[in-house]
């Protein structure tokens, strides 16, 4: 597959190394020199010294071949252009970040994809709703939802209460168990457990299950006594703290904390008026203490610096907050931030490169996510009328090593899956897997 991505800023090399790992045909494109300079020579892509808004550019590219071609510049303007262009000179698919939510209505879909823009991408929101998502329950790190709400998947930090310490899997399943440990990540390695395998304590274990059998879920994980998050204070006032504010349950009360006063002017304008703009500076603790974040349970930080947000949810947890979510750009610091105990972290390139990669899929695939933390992703497959994956059960069709599958959710119901489940046509798959292998998994589904 000939992939031309525009833009070598930070969505796009990230991307491009991810899409370099699955042996595509990559070229990056930048009118900055030094900034295509930057990319690892270790990296099988081409790169392209040359403005995606130029004709002359984009043949130089060979965007006649292209299967694909990404357009991820920080001007959303460029990259609409850019999209008509590539779609104008032969580039089968086309995809634009924009930061226009507009943009994004259904009834401008087709009016975008005659003009050549065929798929939008506004990683900003994609992150506000995972952000929103983290915060409704304070005991957990990360949260998906699939089929609707069938099935969940769940992350959550094993602490001395938990209930599953130190033993076998085995011994933890059986007939009628809700829910299915899908990965362990354990320090910096990410595991795909067997029935011998066991949680041990700072483990941060995934589990697919049910709506109805989270409260187990959170007893047995020893998070019984964790407060519900009825109170979140966002420190920067950036699109994605808007975005988040907007989203925000009715239930819960917002605080956004900016520096900038014009900015606090126009956030107020964009936000509900029962969200509370404060001009201030969220690193204050003086500030903080005054505004009642004693009676915060989730302190969210989205200022334009991963070390300021790291050390502002440092300062918010020993101030006594529950939950914390640190937006950490730096990919180097992620590692870091899991290792200082920063509750859910986000990354908009991960997110924004998740989505895309949906993308490229050719299965029928509805969700695709980054496990932050882990080199992991998870993804829903819809099974296909005679695809291999329906020609016996799951531990006789050869899934690639490093795959799991966590449930499948058939005719609405979210069902747990074991090895002698035989999938069926139609029925939604919920499937985890190590590194970026989904292009493996595809032909199991089609």
């Known amino acids: ?34 900034r295509l300079g930057k990319m690892n020579n270790n990296i099988d892509l081409m790169t392209v010294n040359n403005s995606p808004t130029s004709i002359n550019g984009l043949k130089s590219a060979g965007i006649s071949g292209a299967d694909l ?80 709400g ?25 007939e009628g168990i809700p829910f ?6 354990r320090g910096s390695e990410t595991i795909i457990p067997r029935g011998d395998d ?35 204070m966002i ?43 404060i001009n201030g500076d969220g690193r204050d603790m003086e500030l903080l203490v005054s505004e009642g974040i004693q009676n915060t349970q989730a302190f969210v930080a989205l200022t334009g610096n991963s070390e300021t947000n790291i050390l502002a949810c440092l300062a918010a947890k020993r101030m006594g907050v529950s939950k914390t979510v640190a937006e950490v750009e730096n990919v180097d610091y992620i590692t870091m931030a899991e290792s200082l105990d920063i509750g859910t972290v986000i990354n908009k390139k991960f997110i924004a490169a998740s989505h895309i990669y949906q993308m490229m899929l050719d299965a029928d695939v509805s969700n695709v996510k980054c496990l932050t933390f882990a080199n992991a992703d998870v993804a829903e497959f819809t099974a296909k009328p005679g695809s291999r994956i329906t020609k016996g059960p799951v ?28 999938i069926q046509e139609n029925d939604h798959v919920v499937v985890f897997c190590l590194g970026f292998m989904m292009k493996k998994l595809e032909k199991f589904f089609n």
């Open 1 to 34: 597959m000939k992939i031309i991505i525009a833009g070598a800023g930070a969505v796009g090399t990230h991307l491009a190394k991810l899409l370099s790992d699955e042996k595509q045909d990559i070229i990056l494109m930048d009118e900055n020199e030094d």
């Open 69 to 148: 071609f990404i357009a991820v510049t920080p001007d959303e303007s460029r990259n609409m252009t850019a999209c008509m262009l590539a779609t104008s000179l032969g580039a089968k698919k086309t995809v634009a970040r924009i930061d226009n939510y507009e943009y994004l209505l259904p009834k401008y879909k087709e009016f975008f994809s005659q003009l050549g823009v065929h798929s939008l991408i506004y990683p900003e929101m994609l992150a506000a709703r995972d952000i929103v998502d983290a915060v409704k329950m304070s005991w957990i790190r990360q949260w998906w939802e699939f089929a609707g």
């Open 180 to 185: 299915h440990v899908v990965a362990i990540k």
């Open 150 to 174: 069938s099935l969940v998947l769940i992350g959550t930090k094993m602490r001395e209460t938990a209930e599953i310490l130190n033993v076998p899997l085995y011994e933890l399943g059986g």
């Open 198 to 232: 066991k949680i041990h304590l700072n483990d941060v274990v995934y589990f697919t299950t049910t709506k109805k059998a989270i409260p187990y879920i959170k007893k047995i994980s020893g998070k019984e006594n964790e407060p519900e998050v009825r109170n979140v």
């Open 395 to 422: 531990k006789e069709v050869g899934l690639p090593k490093g795959t799991t599958i966590g449930g499948l959710v058939r005719n609405g119901e979210g069902l747990l899956v074991t090895g002698n489940t035989t």
């Open 235 to 277: 420190m920067g006032g950036s699109r994605i703290a808007v975005r988040t504010a907007q989203y925000m349950p009715d239930y819960m009360s917002t605080t956004i904390v900016e520096t900038d006063r014009n900015r606090c002017a126009r956030i107020t304008e964009l936000v509900d008026d029962d969200v509370m703009v």
